[in-house]
């Protein structure tokens, strides 16, 4: 069994700074992707950065220069530092990966529970 498993939510005011940690843990044999989605409240779930296994790094437009998503490849474990943070950036925040639980299996999507962000003006 997989878990991914975040952490680092929490209430800040605009302007302020958070980092998320979301760390996989259980058989794994290789992640590829990483990435961070956010659901704001009656929106859709959208992707907010993403990181290839080899530190490629792609974000959403309005995140861009203000959000930094890493990884520790060593540790299972990626990252999001997430400054200058506005209202419209509230909203649950999920990690995702792309793994295989064997060499024999094929590349999966898991995703963790979720971590809350809110961001008072």
């Known amino acids: 069994q997989v878990q991914l498993v975040e952490s680092g939510g929490g209430l800040v005011q605009a302007g302020g700074s958070l980092k998320l940690s979301c760390a996989a843990s259980g058989t794994i044999f290789s992640i590829n992707a990483m990435g961070w989605y956010r659901q704001a409240p009656g929106k859709q779930r959208e992707l907010v950065a993403s990181?290839?296994?080899?530190?490629?790094?792609n974000y959403v437009a309005s995140v861009e220069g203000r959000f930094t998503i890493s990884r520790d490849n060593a540790k299972n474990t990626v990252f999001l530092q997430m400054n200058s943070l506005k209202p419209e950036d509230t909203g649950v925040y999920y990690c995702n990966a792309d793994l295989k639980i064997s060499i024999f299996r094929p590349t999966t999507t898991y995703w963790g529970q979720g971590t809350q962000v809110t961001v008072s003006s």
């Open positions: 990181i290839t296994s080899g530190g490629n790094t």
